[in-house]
């Protein structure tokens, strides 16, 4: 059963009468989502150091926000998780996910780097990629000088910013990006053909139901974007092995939740380690949505420890 904290979430939706966000063009679904963020999200906890960087990208200046976790001191050399934001490509930002990268930094005692790429339908596929693949490789380079220890490098993020993070894991493993220690994918996106049956579950009036994922797909991959190619759809990519450790979080109530199952199998059956909680009880998002879920706070902590563990120097050689 659906957990009745999530149910209040879904009451004060209904109540509020909030259009959906296929209905509203790009900029006011960003501005409701970002108001919602408010409503739902705790106040923001104190972290040791956070400042905001802009870095050159492949087409502009990109947005980075750094943290650094409670009771860490200056001059250390941190573990760092570069952090890619929900929205289904098209909503969020760094404020939207300020809350969770404070939580994670403090929880695993690290730093965490968020990413403010490019968003569609402005910028269509594979913008988000290139800016993603810009801010890991600036944050390697720049390690030194941010105070990283770039040989503890890890990328997460939720839904969206899990595809991301999954595309970003497969090129480090490939060369293209330097070595990770870690993935982190909260209910990722895998998987742009949409077919699993978890995209017919019976979801109206939850964030996220099968057509507005279709919705944010569509925005994202524009009139000719290869949904088959493994940069969008990282469940087709041709192999698996070698990849970095992972946690793999999915919801019960989500459209996505097969297709990040799914993931998480073929990460297993390569011989990647792989940490699978699934979490039948809760929905699509709620992890930004701890100020009415507690739940929230339960699965950042676990994965909050799960990070801690895998930056460990011992565990990364």
């Keep these: 059963m659906l957990d009745p904290e999530a149910q209040t979430v879904l009451d004060l939706i209904k109540a509020a009468g909030r259009?959906?966000?296929?209905?509203?063009?790009?900029?006011?679904a960003r501005q409701v989502y970002r108001n919602s963020r408010r409503a739902l999200t705790p106040d923001s906890p104190d972290v040791a150091f956070v400042e905001d960087l802009e870095i050159p990208g492949p087409r502009g200046a990109i947005a980075l926000r750094?943290?650094?976790?409670?009771?860490?001191?200056p001059g250390m050399r941190l573990p760092c998780l570069v952090f890619m934001h929900g929205g289904g490509w098209v909503i969020g930002d760094l404020d939207t996910h300020d809350y969770v990268c404070r939580k994670l930094a403090n929880a695993a005692a690290c730093a965490v780097v968020s990413v403010d790429y490019r968003l569609a339908p402005e910028h269509v596929f594979p913008a988000a990629v290139e800016d993603c693949v810009a801010a890991v490789r600036h944050v390697a380079a720049a390690a030194a000088d941010l105070g990283i220890d770039a040989g503890r490098l890890a990328v997460g993020g939720d839904s969206?910013?899990?595809?991301?993070?999954?595309?970003?894991?497969?090129?480090?493993?490939d060369g293209e990006l330097p070595p990770l220690a870690f993935q982190l994918l909260i209910?990722?996106?895998?998987?742009?053909?949409?077919?699993?049956?978890?995209?017919?579950?019976?979801?109206?009036g939850f964030p996220l139901e099968g057509s507005t994922a279709r919705w944010f797909a569509r925005n994202y991959m524009g009139e000719s974007g290869d949904v088959g190619h493994w940069w969008a759809s990282p469940l087709k990519a041709p192999r698996f092995g070698g990849l970095a450790q992972a946690f793999v979080l999915t919801a019960g109530y989500d459209p996505l939740v097969d297709e990040g199952r799914d993931y998480a199998a073929a990460l297993e059956k390569a011989g990647v380690q792989v940490a699978y909680l699934h979490m039948s009880d809760q929905m699509h998002g709620f992890i930004t949505m701890s100020k009415l879920i507690r739940s929230a706070e339960t699965a950042l902590d676990i994965m909050g420890l799960a990070l801690a563990r895998a930056l460990e120097p011992s565990a990364t050689g």
């Design 19 to 28: 259009p959906p966000i296929t209905a509203l063009a790009p900029a006011d």
């Design 66 to 73: 750094h943290y650094r976790g409670i009771g860490t001191r």
């Design 160 to 173: 969206a910013g899990g595809n991301l993070a999954a595309v970003m894991a497969h090129l480090a493993r």
């Design 187 to 204: 209910y990722p996106a895998t998987d742009m053909a949409m077919r699993h049956p978890s995209h017919a579950l019976p979801l109206a």
